[in-house]
């Protein structure tokens, strides 16, 4: 298999790997900094579609199981420099021939070793830039990155296989190193054109300091499925009932806020506090904020929808009843936009007189 060919696998797998990437990543940045940077979040899958390439070319191509037990080849190879020697003895590298030079670019015995150092170069780019690391410590995660990749190829892909189908080779240690440290290198002007990850973390800092609309959406979606973690559990300890349904939604969004300073479990965790329209803390609007909350975009849909369900001999009382249905959800798809996309207050918001407040510093 073709470098070309691995790197076209890791592009199809690409999108799969960013998606189980992106709700982790907005949460961390939503709790340290209270915003998303789009120039980091794009470094940042740049930097994952790189190592998802590095990976795939470490493993690929996968050969069979039973092929890979007939295998008498060494697993091993523990002579330092090994691939100089061999570059030596078995190219056709002639210094006094110039018509050998292009052959040998051609020859495993140069290109591999090559490709062994240009396969960390992005890797100590991207650690120098990111996490603006010094030179040492790029030294040392380069080799923990190749060494990774050794044990990956000594262990059969994990004991996978029953034995590694590719060679440990300490030459490659060596080389991925040099490879991370020339990334750290190569990286210095790229350093100097580029904004400093720093500054855009302070900047991305002051934005979250204001709650913008898919924060807010974000710390929604969070409790939900907090919510729904604490139902299973429920249904496994307590069987699935009703009455421990209501319950459960009573504690997690009027009693467990008391507790955490006026914030629901998603909300602390994104830096969200509920306050009134004077910044204090009002336990009474905090409780008319969520039973209006519940009541507009939970109960009263569920009831007319209900309601229509049992007007089917009645064709009029029907009609009126689609169309009060249709306003509703015209007026929930309204909401659900202007909650998303905007930071406007709400309608359950300007009644109970209360608002979502940052408590990024």
Same mark, same amino acid.
């Given at each position: 298999m073709g470098y070309l060919q691995v790197i076209?696998?890791? /592009? !199809?797998?690409?999108?799969?790997?960013a998606f189980l990437f992106t709700t982790p990543f907005i949460l961390i940045e939503y709790h340290k900094f209270g915003s998303i940077s789009f120039f980091k979040m794009a470094i940042t899958y740049l930097f994952i579609y790189y190592l998802?390439? +590095?990976?795939? %070319?470490?493993? !690929? &191509?996968? &050969?069979?199981?039973?092929?890979? +037990?007939? %295998? /008498? /080849? #060494? $697993?091993?190879?523990?002579? #330092?420099?090994?691939?100089i020697l061999d570059f030596i003895k078995h190219s056709s590298f002639d210094l006094l021939n110039y018509h050998t030079y292009f052959i040998t670019l051609k020859e495993s015995y140069f290109y591999v070793p090559l490709f062994n150092i240009l396969l960390t170069? &992005?890797? =100590? *780019? @991207? %650690? $120098?830039?990111?996490?603006?690391?010094?030179?040492?410590?790029?030294?040392?995660?380069?080799? !923990?990155?190749?060494? @990774?990749?050794?044990?990956?190829? !000594?262990? =059969?892909?994990? @004991?996978?296989? #029953?034995? =590694?189908y590719r060679l440990f080779d300490v030459d490659d240690l060596f080389l991925n190193t040099l490879g991370g440290l020339i990334g750290y290198v190569v990286s210095t002007p790229m350093i100097s054109i580029l904004p400093k990850i720093s500054e855009i973390d302070h900047e991305t800092r002051k934005k979250g300091k204001t709650i913008s609309g898919f924060r807010r959406c974000t710390s929604l979606f969070l409790d939900l499925f907090l919510l729904f973690i604490m139902k299973i559990i429920t249904i496994l300890v307590l069987g699935d009932k009703f009455s421990l349904s209501i319950l459960l939604i009573i504690v997690y969004y009027f009693v467990i806020p008391l507790f955490l300073n006026h914030s629901t479990l998603g909300q602390l965790f994104l830096n969200i506090q509920? %306050?009134?329209?004077?910044?204090?803390?009002?336990? *009474?609007?905090l409780f008319f904020r969520r039973v209006l909350f519940l009541l507009l975009y939970i109960v009263i849909p569920v009831l007319i929808g209900y309601d229509i369900t049992c007007l089917n001999e009645d064709m009029v009382r029907e009609f009126i009843g689609m169309i009060a249905i249709g306003v509703i959800l015209l007026i929930d798809f309204i909401s659900i936009i202007k909650y998303t996309f905007t930071s406007k207050d709400m309608l359950y918001e300007k009644l109970s007189k209360t608002k979502l407040v940052s408590t990024i510093k």
């Open positions: 076209q696998y890791a /592009t !199809l797998a690409f999108p799969i790997v998802l390439c +590095a990976y795939f %070319l470490v493993i !690929l &191509p996968l &050969p069979k199981i039973s092929e890979v +037990a007939k %295998l /008498t /080849t #060494p $697993r091993t190879q523990l002579i #330092p420099f090994c691939f170069v &992005p890797f =100590g *780019i @991207f %650690l $120098r830039y990111y996490f603006e690391w010094d030179k040492k410590k790029v030294i040392w995660y380069s080799f !923990l990155l190749s060494l @990774f990749f050794e044990l990956t190829q !000594l262990s =059969g892909l994990y @004991f996978i296989y #029953p034995r =590694g509920v %306050l009134d329209c004077h910044h204090q803390k009002n336990v *009474i609007r």
